[in-house]
């Protein structure tokens, strides 16, 4: 839907700020508190002439509080 630049930036400023967050498993239904130590965003896509484009792999740590 051409929103992922919005959400990592959402995620990176939750980073930044320490904030407390509840990480949801739909799997195993269960929610975990805690913050996000660090993110590492990986491009997989390559630019295109003419397209706003922006894609790739988010790696996420989190650590429980």
Do not use: C, H, M, W
Request: proline share 3%.
């Amino acid at each position: 839907d051409g929103r992922a630049a919005e959400y990592l930036n959402i995620l990176e400023n939750i980073e930044s700020q320490g904030d407390v967050i509840t990480l949801q498993d739909f799997i195993n239904n269960e929610s975990i508190r805690g913050v996000i130590e660090s993110i590492k965003f990986v491009g997989q896509t390559p630019p295109e002439r003419g397209v706003n484009n922006f894609g790739g792999i988010l790696e996420v740590q989190f650590r429980t509080v």
